[in-house]
Each structure stands twice: as C-alpha cells, then as structure tokens.
C-alpha cells in the first residue's frame, strides 16, 4: 500500500467550520508536505513540516507531526468555498530523493 | 514568472505511436521529476533526474523513458504507448539544497486508444 495514506477520502463541510485532513506514513522520513489541488490541476505546495517539528502555522493553516504514530494531520480553519480542492500528504523520505504522495482527500465546501 | 511548463496539455493518440511530452522549468532547478495520477491511486513517480544527465527510475518507469540534456528539460518519452498509459501526467522541479518544495506544471492529460 501507499506510504502516505490519507483519511477520509472525502470530506464535506459548510462553509466557516473547520476541516482536518489525516495523513498516515510507513517508513522514517527527513519531512512531511502537504499540497493542494484544483480540479485538474498541478499540485501546489501548501506547507512543509520537518521530522524533528510538532507543529507548523501559514495562515488559516495548521498542521501537526507524530513521528512516534507516522502520523500526520492538515487543518484548514475558518473554511472557504475557494478551498473546495484536494489535498495530498507527501512523505520525504529518508536517504532517497524522492517525495511518496497518497491517495488525497476531497474537501468540498459547501456555501 | 517561476514555472514549470508541460507540452501538450491535452493529447489523444493511438496505440504504437511514439509521443513525447515536454518539461521545462525556469528556476534553475536540478531537480526534475515525472508522476501519473490515476483515480484511486495517487501520484506515481515514473522518473526523477537529479542533475543534467543523471536520471533514475521512480515506481512505474515500465514504458516511459526521460532524458537530461539540459537543466532546464526533461522531457518524458513514450516509445510505444498503451492504453494502460492514459494519464494525467505531472512534471515537477525542485532545487535540491532548498526547502524540499516541488513546484509541479500544470499536466498533461493523455488518452491512448
């Protein structure tokens, strides 16, 4: 199965309310990513949080590191119509240049 | 403007008939990669090249090849396409001593009949 694995895979809120977003891993990793895409669009790099962090802010997002549970969770406060997209955990794993993504989460907001 | 463009966007073709899509980037990045994006299953690297002329295989390279002539390209190479290889096909770059963020290109949606 994947290295990063993200729950739910969809996920629908009005709009104002809050949205988490899981992320699961298997192996050690240097960092954790998380991107956003539109529908049919490239991927864009939201935020970055390293092995050896907790906790990481950018704006109305917040986004937590277990590395003890290979866990990982992404939350978008305050929700808007405009962050109706998906969202993908990306695992930068240890002693390889690559990023592993999962399988994403549908986030629709509704107005 | 920093991007990373891909050619074409859109394309429909037929099985056998050799295709390529191209990448470039404009900030100097040594690393370049290519994903397909299936439903249900995510990104999967096919490629990545850390430098001009160092290229490597990712998860699914069966039936693509890559090249690296240049910093700025790398153009992903289908010799013989398959039905099985209708995608929507991301190029990405990154600089490698820098904050780890891919900058990915706006895809490539390719149909094989």
């Known amino acids: 199965s994947q290295q990063g694995e993200e729950d739910p895979q969809a996920l629908s809120i009005q709009e104002g309310e809050n949205a988490t977003m899981n992320c699961s891993y298997k192996?050690?990793?240097?960092?954790l990513q998380w991107y956003r895409q539109n529908s049919g669009r490239g991927l864009v790099h939201l935020i970055l949080?390293?092995?050896?962090?907790r906790e990481k802010h950018s704006g109305r997002l917040r986004v937590t590191l277990d590395t003890s549970k290979k866990s990982s969770s992404l939350l978008i406060t305050a929700s808007r119509a405009a962050d109706t997209a998906s969202y993908f955990c990306a695992t930068g794993i240890q002693g390889a240049q690559k990023l592993v993504f999962g399988q994403g989460t549908r986030l629709t907001i509704n107005p | 403007e920093a991007q990373v463009t891909q050619n074409p966007r859109y394309l429909i073709t037929v099985t056998g008939k050799k295709l390529t899509v191209t990448c470039s980037q404009n900030?100097?990045?040594?690393?370049m990669s290519w994903y397909r994006q299936d439903p249900g299953l995510g990104l999967r690297q096919i490629y990545y090249s850390m430098n001009v002329e160092v290229t490597d295989k990712g998860d699914v390279p069966e039936g693509y090849k890559v090249s690296r002539k240049e910093k700025r390209n790398f153009p992903l190479i289908l010799e013989s396409p398959s039905p099985n290889q209708t995608s929507l096909y991301f190029c990405a770059s990154r600089a490698l001593g820098g904050t780890g963020e891919l900058f990915f290109g706006e895809g490539s949606r390719l149909t094989v009949l």
């Open positions: 949080i390293r092995s050896n962090e």
């Open positions: 192996t050690s990793i240097n960092n």
């Open positions: 900030m100097n990045h040594e690393y």
